[in-house]
């Protein structure tokens, strides 16, 4: 496990860590290692856990409840470990996303976030814009809460916001038809017109909008408009907040050529070991079965 420079762990892309797998994810830190399992080829490797050897633990969660209250973060940070929170928000939902907490709650925990840590180790997520419509036929969206969001966002001083439009898969529209309603591909006027709304929105509150994996639109957006393409996980960031040596290499895993501006990190999360328990009816995963939750 020696390594020659630190590397950036991502916990995790593929299932909400602090949310439902914190208990693993600290036996994983005291045993010094991670046991990663290869998507493709099922192949287990071990990652070094040490502090030493991570230069920064980016978690990704809807939901920090467990991680603040079981005070997770305090032993990490105690332990040496730099922490970034990429902190998915969006409109409440229930059916969306029916097992996501109240938004007051998360508002909350974004507050909490933002006194816990440096406000710039924090990126606010609304992600994905669902445009659909409902059982009556009627065109709706979710961005009804987003102003309200913006604002307690720009009170945690966060300075960051990244949006990306759903991909409508083909499980999506499985589930979407089950629920009643259909997903819209908003056309690319649609989406530009939505995308000036939030900038304007977020210009007002000192936040910067950046899309994640969104290049065909961001290549049409008028001159003016300073929306960029993101890096969620964003180890030119990280170098400018800690320091210290780090890969600046761009993550060839994810999906460039659509935009996606993250930089080299390994991802300890597991499709098949650690399911998601939010079943959001855009999830482009395999929601887990409510019968296992771990609440």
């Not at 070094?48 to 467990?66: I, Q």
């Not at 990280?238 to 659509?258: F, H, P, W």
Request: net charge neutral; aromatic share 10%; proline share 5%.
């Amino acid at each position: 496990m020696i390594q020659s420079i630190p590397r950036v762990i991502s916990a995790s892309r593929r299932t909400d860590i602090p949310a439902f797998y914190m208990d693993w994810f600290m036996q994983q830190i005291r045993q010094g290692y991670f046991e990663v399992q290869n998507p493709y080829n099922q192949r287990i490797s071990r990652i070094s856990s040490l502090p030493e050897d991570v230069h920064t633990l980016v978690f990704w969660s809807k939901n920090y409840a467990r991680f603040l209250h079981g005070g997770y973060a305090d032993q990490l940070i105690s332990a040496g470990y730099r922490l970034f929170f990429n902190f998915t928000v969006n409109s409440e939902s229930g059916l969306l996303e029916p097992h996501v907490s109240p938004l007051s709650e998360r508002l909350n925990q974004m507050i909490q976030l933002g006194r816990l840590v440096d406000p710039r180790c924090i990126t606010w997520r609304f992600d994905p814009i669902c445009v659909y419509r409902n059982a009556n036929g009627d065109e709706t969206d979710n961005m009804n809460d987003f102003l309200r969001i913006a604002d307690v966002a720009a009170s945690a001083e966060i300075t960051t916001c990244i949006v990306s439009f759903l991909d409508i898969y083909a499980k999506v529209r499985k589930r979407a038809d089950a629920a009643g309603i259909q997903f819209i591909d908003p056309s690319p006027d649609r989406q530009i017109e939505i995308l000036t709304g939030l900038e304007n929105i977020l210009d007002t509150r000192h936040i910067r909008l950046y899309t994640c994996c969104e290049k065909e639109v961001l290549n049409l957006m008028p001159r003016e408009s300073r929306i960029q393409k993101s890096s969620c996980v964003p180890n030119h960031h990280l170098l400018e907040i800690y320091g210290g040596n780090i890969s600046l290499q761009a993550d060839t895993g994810q999906r460039i050529k659509q935009g996606c501006g993250c930089r080299v990190s390994t991802d300890i999360g597991s499709y098949r070991i650690h399911p998601c328990y939010h079943n959001c009816l855009f999830c482009y995963a395999n929601p887990a079965p409510l019968s296992g939750i771990n609440e």
